[in-house]
C-alpha cells in the first residue's frame, strides 16, 4: 500500500522514522523527532499504525495522570534486550558489473544562466562493487589539495556528492580523486586502489554547448571519466612544446636523407655519358628509413629525386637515363608520365629494357632542344 502525507512509517534499511510531510516524486519527505526533515526513497518506507489519539477528559472521567517514568536499576540492565538493527537489503548485481566505471558530473543548477550558476555535482558507480571514494581540488599552492567530498557509492548508484559555487571556478583547474573498491557480502577480485589526477578547464562552465546528456546524465552535464572499464582515465591535453620538438626531429631527419639521396645522385651523373644512368626509385634505395614517413610523403620524396636526376642531366644531350620504379600499383610510374609530359618535355621516353629492368623501368633520352618547361617545387 503506497504511503502519503501524514501516514507515521519507520525506515526499512535505518533506524528511525516519523511523520511524512512531503512526497515529491519517489522520495518521501519524513520529520522525525528532533523535527528534522530527512529524505527518503518511498519505496525504503513502511506505514505503521499511529497511536490512537487520547480522549478529551469529561466531567465523568478523571483525568489521566502523569505517572514517573521508572530508570531501571543497574541489576535490571543485564536484562534489557537491545533493539535489533535492520537486515542489510542485499546487493542485486548486474551481469558485467564486476568492471568498475567511475564518472563525476556537473548539472548547473540554472542553466539559462551559466555566468551565475552553481554547479550539482554527481559521482556515478556503476558497477557491482561499494567505492569509498576521495575528491579534492587545488589548494592555495600546488602541493596541497582541498577536500571537497568523500563518502561510500553503493554499487550501480548516482549519489549527490557536493554543490561546487560560481565563485570556487577561478581555483577549479585541477581534481584529485582516491577509490577503493570492495564487497561486502561476498567474496570479490581485488582492484588495484584509484588515484587519478584530472586536468579541468574551467572556462567550459560557462560554454553551454559543453554542457551535453549522456550515458549516465539525462540532463545537460559536464562528466569526467574517473575510472573507464576498470582501467584509471587519463584525460591528456597536448603539450604544444613536445609537438614542436617533434616535428622539429623529423623535418631534421628529413633534410639528411635529402642530402645524402642528393650526393648518390651526383655521383651517379658523373658517369660516362654512353653508358645509361641507373636511378632505382625504390625507397629502400633512396632513403635509410621510412620513420615516420606515410606513403604520400614517400612519393613525393621519391618525385623529388626524379626531378633532381633530370635537372642535373638536362645539358648532357643523348644522355640515357633508367627510372626504375617497380611495377606496383602503378602509383609512382603515373606521377614520373606526368612529369614527364609537363615539366619535362620533348625528351625521349621509352620502356626500358626488359630483359636488364623488368617490367617496372622507364629509360629517358635527354634531348638536345628539350629542357625544364615549369618551376622545381
Known amino acids: 500500500m503506497p504511503i502519503k502525507v501524514g501516514d507515521t512509517v519507520r525506515f ?14 519517489k522520495v518521501a519527505h519524513v520529520r522525525e523527532d528532533d523535527g528534522f526533515e530527512t529524505p527518503v526513497l518511498a519505496s525504503e518506507c513502511v506505514a505503521v499504525a499511529a497511536p490512537a489519539p487520547a480522549k478529551p477528559a469529561t466531567a465523568h472521567s478523571p483525568a489521566p495522570k502523569n505517572h514517573p517514568k521508572t530508570i531501571p536499576s543497574k541489576e535490571n540492565y543485564d536484562l534489557a534486550v537491545p533493539k535489533a538493527a535492520p537486515a542489510p537489503v542485499p546487493v542485486v548485481e548486474t551481469p558485467g558489473g564486476d568492471v568498475l566505471n567511475l564518472v563525476i558530473g556537473f548539472e548547473p543548477t540554472n542553466i539559462k544562466a551559466l555566468g551565475t550558476s552553481d554547479f550539482e555535482a554527481y559521482v556515478v558507480n556503476d558497477s557491482n562493487y561499494f567505492v569509498m571514494m576521495s575528491v ?28 561546487l559555487a560560481q565563485s570556487d571556478l577561478p581555483a577549479f583547474d585541477r581534481m584529485l580523486v582516491q577509490a577503493v573498491a570492495f564487497k561486502s557480502d561476498r567474496e570479490f577480485e581485488a582492484m588495484t586502489p584509484v588515484n587519478v589526477e584530472i586536468k579541468v578547464d574551467a572556462t567550459k562552465f560557462a560554454r553551454l554547448h ?15 571519466d574517473i575510472v573507464r572499464n576498470g582501467h584509471p582515465a587519463v584525460l591528456f591535453e597536448p603539450d604544444a612544446e613536445q609537438i614542436r620538438k617533434g616535428m ?3 623535418e631534421n631527419t628529413l633534410q639528411a636523407l635529402k642530402k645524402e639521396s642528393e650526393r648518390r645522385a651526383n655521383l651517379r651523373s658523373s658517369r660516362p655519358s ?3 644512368l641507373v636511378v632505382d626509385l625504390h625507397s629502400s634505395e633512396i632513403l635509410d628509413s621510412t620513420a615516420g614517413m606515410g606513403p604520400a610523403d614517400i ?3 621519391q618525385i623529388e629525386i626524379f626531378a633532381r636526376t633530370m635537372d642535373a642531366n638536362l645539358r648532357q644531350p643523348g644522355r640515357k637515363i633508367v627510372f626504375i620504379h617497380g611495377k606496383g600499383n602503378g602509383v609512382l610510374r603515373a606521377a614520373i608520365e606526368k612529369e614527364l609530359s609537363h615539366r619535362y618535355k620533348g625528351h625521349r621516353v621509352q620502356d626500358a629494357s626488359f630483359r636488364e629492368y ?5 629509360q629517358v633520352t635527354i634531348s638536345a632542344s628539350a629542357g625544364k618547361t615549369s618551376a622545381r617545387r
Open 248 to 250: 622539429a626531429s623529423k
Open 274 to 276: 654512353d653508358e645509361p
Open 12 to 25: 526499512l534499511n535505518a533506524v528511525g522514522g516519523g511523520v511524512v510531510v512531503k512526497i515529491d516524486g
Open 136 to 163: 579534492a581540488t587545488r589548494g592555495r599552492n600546488d602541493r596541497t589539495w582541498a577536500p571537497r567530498w568523500h563518502g561510500v557509492v553503493e554499487p550501480n548508484m548516482q549519489d549527490f556528492a557536493w554543490e
Open 299 to 301: 612519393l613525393n620524396y
Open 210 to 224: 559543453c554542457f551535453r546528456p549522456g550515458t549516465y546524465f539525462d540532463s545537460p552535464a559536464i562528466a569526467f
Open 358 to 362: 623488368g617490367f617496372g623501368a622507364t
